[in-house]
Nanobody, 122 residues
Framework: VQLQASGGGLVQAGGSLRLSCSAS????????MGWHRQVPGKERDLVAL???????RYADSVKGRFTISRDNAKNTVYLQMNSLKPDDTAVYYC?????????????????WGQGTLVTVSS
């Protein structure tokens, strides 16, 4: 399974970006999908998570500014980021918890995308 993320870039503080991440490969179903971010020297932190039913949760630092959504037909998750701040600068990674056939049985797996850089200038 591959996750392909896109949409990162350079934006001024107060601006907006929309990240996308599509999953492809041996997938029966996708449970949760999410976005995390990481800056050099720090741990990767959860930004937002969305269940297969559409329930979302957010890190406190992005509540009210970021919106996560998904298109189940396209196995794609989005992150709309508004009112961006310099502190939002990071590499953003998408992830998915999915179910697939492997070795003759259905099992649960996790996968990560390659990361997309978001830079917010002051």
């Amino acid at each position: 399974v591959q996750l392909q993320a896109s949409g990162g870039g350079l934006v001024q503080a107060g601006g907006s970006l929309r990240l996308s991440c599509s999953a492809s490969g041996n997938i029966l179903s996708i449970n949760s999908m999410g976005w995390h971010r990481q800056v050099p020297g720090k741990e990767r932190d959860l930004v937002a998570l969305i269940s297969d039913g559409g329930a979302a949760r957010y890190a406190d630092s992005v509540k009210g500014r970021f919106t996560i959504s998904r298109d189940n037909a396209k196995n794609t998750v989005y992150l709309q980021m508004n009112s961006l701040k310099p502190d939002d600068t990071a590499v953003y990674y998408c992830n998915a918890d999915y179910r697939a056939y492997a070795s003759g049985q259905i099992s649960d797996f996790g996968a990560w995308g390659q990361g997309t850089l978001v830079t917010v200038s002051s």
